[in-house]
């Protein structure tokens, strides 16, 4: 069964740190490429991450480049979100989605995923 669980959120400060983790069932992380996402009350979702395929290649949004790390483990099957130097603007729910397709583009792009799973909230907050 594929099924996507995402989990480490919480309330955290202004230039905190948090570690979300999507326990991938089912998939094969060599040949998946794991997305975060995340959208915000009154916002259009966003793509926040990727990490993708046996190399491991990364994308990050210019949004979070720089604070955001995406990494995963294979033998647990997990992929990771560090993020760092969180602020006001990261406030959001987060989503972990998998995407069978390695070929093409558009690697923060929901629409191209085909699995998701049902989100943790993050709030920074002072």
């Known amino acids: 069964q594929l099924r996507l669980v995402e989990s480490g959120g919480g309330l955290v400060q202004p230039g905190g740190s948090l570690r979300l983790s999507c326990a991938a069932s089912?998939?094969?992380?060599?040949?998946?490429?794991i997305g975060w996402f995340r959208q915000a009350p009154g916002k259009e979702r966003e793509g926040v991450s990727c990490?993708?395929?046996?190399?491991?290649?990364?994308s990050y949004s210019d949004s979070v480049k720089g604070r955001f790390t995406v990494s995963r483990d294979n033998a647990k099957n997990t992929v990771y979100l560090q993020m760092n130097t969180l602020k006001l603007e990261d406030t959001a729910v987060y989503y972990c989605?998998?995407?069978?397709?390695?070929?093409?583009?558009?690697?923060?792009?929901?629409?191209?995923?085909?699995?998701w799973g049902q989100g943790t909230q993050v709030t920074v907050s002072s």
């Open positions: 990490i993708r395929g046996s190399g491991g290649l990364t």
């Open positions: 989605a998998a995407r069978i397709r390695l070929y093409g583009s558009r690697w923060l792009d929901g629409a191209t995923y085909d699995y």
């Open positions: 089912g998939f094969i992380l060599d040949n998946t490429a």
